[in-house]
């Protein structure tokens, strides 16, 4: 939780207790249906929140906006935004059945009213716009690209697009995608050494 607060400090106590719940919820959780890493469970608010909130840290959320994000797993980047931006609304979708299920239940336990998960593969969502999709490593560029474009609404008063975690060297992915993203070195936001080579990729 200090690494959170080390780079946050603007919370309400409703957003620090909801922070303070994930570890016991995402550990209570993992236990029954494995969707962190075992290893990196002890590392849940660096590896997962912090990680999550890089978004956070260059984009700012209008109230009312509508979010989708793609391949959420257990909930990340999509549970950890929706805490820190109270007012936007998050839908947090899956192919996996289960590890929602673990994602409903954190959203449950921290009494999140912004959250809503479905279970589907992205290419078949119809008929929704979004204003914003993100997303965390769960496909190459190229394949995230052509999932979002027809999810992302024309025009928002807030960023639109595509924002989405990567790591590594991302040159070749970024040269297959045929797009000009805009990158940022997440290490530049939080100097923590697990940042190292990752990076914010925006495409609008």
Not at 162 to 176: T, W
Request: hydrophobic share 45%; aromatic share 10%.
């Amino acid at each position: 939780m200090e690494q959170v607060l080390k780079y946050f400090s603007d919370f309400t106590p409703r957003q620090l207790e909801q922070f303070r719940l994930l570890e016991p919820l995402y550990r209570e959780w993992n236990e029954k249906i494995n969707v962190v890493s075992r290893k990196d469970i002890d590392s849940l608010y660096e590896k997962h929140v912090l990680h999550s909130l890089a978004i956070a840290a260059v984009a700012d959320l209008p109230d009312g906006y509508q979010v989708v994000d793609l391949g959420t797993g257990g909930g990340f980047p999509g549970i950890p935004l929706a805490i820190f931006f109270p007012e936007v609304k998050f839908h947090l979708v899956d192919s996996i059945g289960k590890k929602l299920k673990v994602v409903e239940a954190v959203a449950e336990g921290l009494g999140l009213q912004n959250v809503t998960v479905q279970h589907t593969r992205v290419e078949d969502i119809k008929n929704r716009k979004f204003d914003l999709v993100v997303s965390r490593a769960v496909a190459p560029l190229i394949d995230l690209w052509r999932w979002s474009k027809p999810l992302v609404k024309k025009a928002g008063n807030g960023p639109t697009g595509l924002i989405c975690l990567k790591g590594g060297d991302l040159a070749a992915e970024i040269s297959e995608s045929g797009v000009r993203p805009k990158m940022l070195p997440i290490y530049k936001i939080f100097p923590e050494e697990f940042f190292q080579e990752k990076y914010v990729v925006a495409v609008q």
